[in-house]
């Protein structure tokens, strides 16, 4: 019955490898959203995405990707990991953007760890 | 630029009340969330205010003043498992959220 899964929930890895993160929802939501939550706490948006639009936070290097097979997915790609990719990051989701804000439910997080 | 502010850290007693504030700047503005966020845990939706004034919701209540970019989360009668970080997060004109860093409860006996 979990709302929003990701898998792993954690991840340890060498500099310079190439890794994924999985994220699932069945709210039959149609934005999905990766957050990366550093040690300082701090939640930044990296992509939104809908079935119509990929929004990319411009600060994200490209190293990042998102992948989405269908309305219930987004994966997180990640290539030649550095040492900064540590963080937790978090899978959220939330119906499509409407005139009221609509709630984001977040996953059970990430913990990457590059070593 | 946008920026969300919210203080660090705050201790309060068990059965208490605690008020934690939050001020925003956004490019437009569609609505202000709380979310409270356990050590080790996802966060979780508390509440959402787009209109002046405040919206009570059992021990919890929020309030917003846009006129003066303000938020702020009362929470009553604490309980230990309160303890947590509470995120203030405003959504923008594209509907983005931009989040503080976190509000840190410690509750104390």
């Known amino acids: 019955d979990t709302a929003v899964s990701q898998t792993p929930k954690y991840l340890v890895t060498q500099m310079g490898n190439d890794k994924s993160i999985k994220c699932e929802q069945n709210l039959g939501h149609d934005t999905m959203y990766w957050y990366k939550q550093d040690s300082k706490k701090f939640l930044k948006i990296m992509f939104s995405?809908?079935?119509?639009?990929?929004?990319i936070n411009e600060t994200v290097p490209n190293r990042f990707s998102p992948k989405s097979p269908d309305k219930a997915h987004l994966n997180l790609h990640i290539n030649s990991l550095e040492l900064g990719d540590s963080a937790v990051y978090f899978c959220?989701?939330?119906?499509?953007?409407?005139?009221?804000?609509?709630?984001?439910?977040f996953g059970p997080g990430t913990r990457l760890l590059v070593l | 630029g946008q920026n969300i502010d919210q203080p660090t850290e705050m201790t309060a007693t068990e059965g208490a009340i605690v008020q934690i504030n939050c001020t925003y700047q956004t490019s437009g503005f569609n609505g202000l969330f709380w979310y409270q966020q356990h050590a080790g845990e996802a966060p979780t939706f508390l509440s959402y205010?787009?209109l002046d004034g405040l919206e009570e919701k059992g021990r919890f209540s929020s309030f917003l003043s846009r006129s003066k970019g303000y938020s702020y989360l009362l929470l009553k009668e604490l309980q230990m498992k309160d303890s947590a970080s509470y995120l203030c997060?405003?959504?923008?004109?594209?509907?983005?959220?931009?989040w503080g860093a976190g509000t840190k409860l410690i509750i104390k006996p």
């Open positions: 997060a405003a959504m923008d004109s594209n509907y983005q959220l931009i």
């Open positions: 959220a989701s939330s119906h499509e953007i409407s005139e009221r804000g609509e709630t984001q439910y």
């Open positions: 205010n787009v």
């Open positions: 995405y809908n079935n119509k639009e990929l929004i």
